[in-house]
């Protein structure tokens, strides 16, 4: 969802510069209700690469993280052709981790979380062209 300047929803895919899907893409593609719009989510994904969470239980086997940077708008379609601009986007993950046979917690990145939340939000300045 997003909320401001652009009032619509969808989902994020990850793509190319080109906007076309890519699962290892540095690009993300918001498809939305009213058009797209294209992201460059390359400085974003390099901070969320090397983000270390901010608090870790071992009781719990819980974590959390944050990161934050900016996110040029690349290109629109639709409603949202000729946009341009910038948001800095601040990113919240958490997540229950599972255990080991020997009990104890598994945060490796090939385990599968128990539970887990993520939250994306920002501010920055768009213009329509």
């Avoid at 608090?55 to 990161?67: G, R, V, Y």
Wanted: net charge positive; charged share 10%; hydrophobic share 35%.
């Amino acid at each position: 969802m997003i909320t401001g300047a652009v009032g619509d929803f969808g989902k994020g895919v990850k793509a190319n510069s080109a906007g076309k899907a890519d699962s290892k893409g540095n690009y993300t593609n918001l498809v939305l209700k009213k058009g797209t719009i294209l992201v460059d989510s390359t400085q974003l994904n390099a901070v969320l690469a090397n983000a270390q969470p901010t608090d870790f239980n071992a009781a719990t086997c819980s974590a959390s993280l944050t990161a934050s940077a900016p996110v040029p708008i690349v290109s629109g379609t639709k409603a949202y052709s000729g946009i341009t601009g910038s948001v800095t986007l601040n990113v919240l993950f958490a997540e229950i981790g599972p255990r080991t046979s020997n009990g104890a917690c598994d945060m490796s990145n090939n385990a599968n979380p128990i539970a887990q939340y993520g939250s994306f939000t920002g501010t920055g300045t768009v213009s329509f062209g």
